[in-house]
């Protein structure tokens, strides 16, 4: 079956210019996650959605970044005013249920390069 | 605060040995626990998770994890290595209280030496 897609696969920005990543979750996945994969630092969460509750936001790093998920389906994460720093894998994962028992499934990644 | 720890960056394994890659978690209540293995250029995979019952949770590809409690570790293992099993794992743990997500290691590289 269909797993989570990302879009782009890479993206290259100049600093300071904007950018948006997309993730399409598995159909019927209530949970949706983001995290960013930078070389030697593991996983770090961004944020994460859950049905129609607000998001859980916490990991955002700065005012830069900001996600919505329409209809409880597609997401989108947006980076504004990219930095250097801002340069990782940006991974979308989603699961059927709370995290706390069901797995989550995971995108290809989003490979984001700030020149 | 929940936290998990993999002590090792790297390990490294002869084909056909045992091996064993080491995590390490803190957190309040009962833990939620989970492997997930990235392979070259691919996304993160599901290998087992730990939720209640037997302490030996067997999983994907031939991997075993057992959860000590007294120890706080949740160590992956497989019997007899493949240079197939070489890449990136991440061990991830939850409380279970409130809603917040999994929290992720730095991932280990494992590296299956013929």
């Known amino acids: 079956g269909a797993g989570v897609s990302q879009s782009p696969s890479n993206k290259v920005t100049e600093k300071g210019k904007d950018v948006e990543l997309r993730c399409d979750p598995i159909s019927g996945h209530t949970a949706l996650y983001w995290y960013r994969q930078s070389l030697g630092q593991g996983l770090e969460f961004l944020i994460y959605f859950q049905g129609n509750s607000a998001p859980d936001k916490s990991g955002l790093p700065s005012d830069r970044f900001s996600a919505e998920r329409t209809g409880g389906s597609v997401s989108t994460l947006t980076i504004q005013r990219t930095q250097q720093e801002d340069s990782a894998v940006y991974l979308c994962?989603?699961?059927?249920?709370?995290?706390?028992?069901?797995?989550?499934?995971f995108g290809p990644g989003t490979r984001l390069t700030v020149t | 605060a929940q936290s998990v720890a993999q002590p090792e960056d790297q390990v490294n394994v002869a084909e056909g040995n045992p091996l064993t890659v080491k995590c390490t978690y803190s957190?309040?209540?009962?833990?939620?626990l989970f492997w997930y293995v990235q392979y070259p250029n691919r996304g993160l995979q599901f290998l087992l998770k730990?939720?209640?019952?037997?302490?030996l949770v067997k999983g994907s590809y031939g991997f075993e994890a057992e959860f000590n409690k007294s120890q706080t570790s949740f160590h992956l293992k497989k019997p007899s290595a493949l240079v197939s099993d070489s890449a990136l794992y991440f061990c991830?743990?939850?409380?279970?209280?409130?809603?917040?997500?999994?929290?992720f290691g730095k991932g280990t590289r494992l590296s299956v030496i013929a």
């Open positions: 991830a743990v939850r409380g279970n209280s409130g809603n917040t997500p999994l929290v």
């Open positions: 730990y939720i209640t019952g037997d302490n």
């Open positions: 957190v309040s209540g009962n833990p939620y």
């Open positions: 994962a989603s699961s059927y249920g709370t995290p706390k028992v069901y797995e989550q499934y």
